[in-house]
């Protein structure tokens, strides 16, 4: 009888462990719902600040409120640095390519009536669509459009119609689908990934010139998804996703190319001084190709990431427009 009883035991703790694995997995393989919620875009950014809390960086060196920024703490009780746990973005040209629209997802805690009141204050114009109250505010040319979801986020739109900030209250109802470039790669994003980008690039899309004249056209026409996740020391991991095995292989060549014409610069001037850490971040980059996929991999100290911490001027701090008001403790 002893024996059938372990045996019991033991099968019921088997089926709960398994249990719980399988709604971890569940859990994880999805996107964070703060990107499920947003609308298509061209670039998608998430980023989960709640261990940048536990770090407490700001501690050492408190943040100076300044201007506007000092004006929306004040009358919302929210701050950026302190209260933000998640955000979430989606980002692409306009029809003519001469200025960007952008949503983004706040997630954290706020007093939603103080925010409610600050926005309405600033709003030009409201809305009302199935229960939410969409405010329509003036921001240097553009249209912001800010919707308290729930008691923990908050949508923002600059687009000119208000059918994106539409559609991701129906997809919070459940009854939209979400980003395409999401669905389509959020697959190559590593599991506990504390933040990633997904990026399409296009043909012909301008990259950034550096001196000598390197840069990065070799990335047109792929899609990229970067992440870090934290191990004691960050670990970046990209997936470079080119047309072909051929596209590919380009792309891998260049990067270890440019890479190569980087660290000879950076041997040159090591007799001027260099930082350690930051030669170290660069040396751990490796460059490899599986398929049609490049795959970057590298090690970023938490030294290294301390001094690019300590290199912001002090007391310098983004001062959000009214609209980014979107997370913050509750009080």
Request: proline share 6%.
């Amino acid at each position: 009888m002893r024996k059938y009883r372990k045996l019991l035991i033991s099968t019921l703790l088997l089926l709960v462990l398994g249990t719980g694995a399988l709604v971890f997995y569940r859990r994880f393989e999805r996107p964070p719902e703060a990107a499920r919620l947003l609308p298509p875009g061209d670039l998608l950014i998430y980023v989960n600040f709640r261990p940048a809390h536990l770090w407490d960086l700001n501690k050492s060196r408190p943040v100076e409120l300044e201007g506007d920024y000092r004006e929306f703490v004040q009358q919302t009780g929210i701050q950026f640095e302190r209260d933000l746990d998640e955000v979430a973005v989606s980002r692409r040209d306009n029809a003519d390519a001469s200025d960007i629209e952008s949503s983004e997802i706040f997630v954290g805690h706020f007093d939603r009536g103080r925010l409610h009141s600050f926005l309405q204050k600033a709003a030009s114009a409201t809305e009302s669509y199935y229960g939410k109250t969409i405010f329509s505010i003036p921001n240097e040319g553009h249209t912001v459009r800010v919707c308290i979801l729930d008691n923990a986020r908050v949508a923002v739109t600059n687009m000119p119609s208000p059918e994106p900030m539409r559609g991701t209250i129906d997809r919070l109802r459940g009854t939209a689908s979400g980003s395409p470039l999401l669905e389509s790669y959020y697959g190559n994003v590593p599991v506990a990934s504390l933040a990633w980008l997904i990026d399409r690039i296009p043909p012909g899309s301008s990259t950034p010139q550096l001196p000598g004249g390197l840069n990065f056209s070799f990335l047109e026409n792929t899609v990229a998804v970067a992440s870090l996740r934290y191990s004691g020391d960050v670990r970046f991991h990209a997936d470079v996703i080119a047309p072909s095995e051929a596209d590919a292989r380009n792309v891998m060549d260049s990067a270890k190319t440019f890479l190569a014409v980087y660290r000879a610069v950076g041997r040159s001037m090591r007799a001027k001084g260099s930082d350690a850490d930051v030669k170290a971040a660069i040396d751990s980059i490796q460059v490899s190709q599986k398929g049609n996929v490049a795959v970057f991999n590298a090690t970023l100290s938490q030294r290294f990431l301390k001094k690019l911490v300590e290199v912001q001027p002090d007391g310098l701090t983004a001062a959000p427009s009214p609209a980014a008001g979107a997370a913050g403790r509750q009080r």
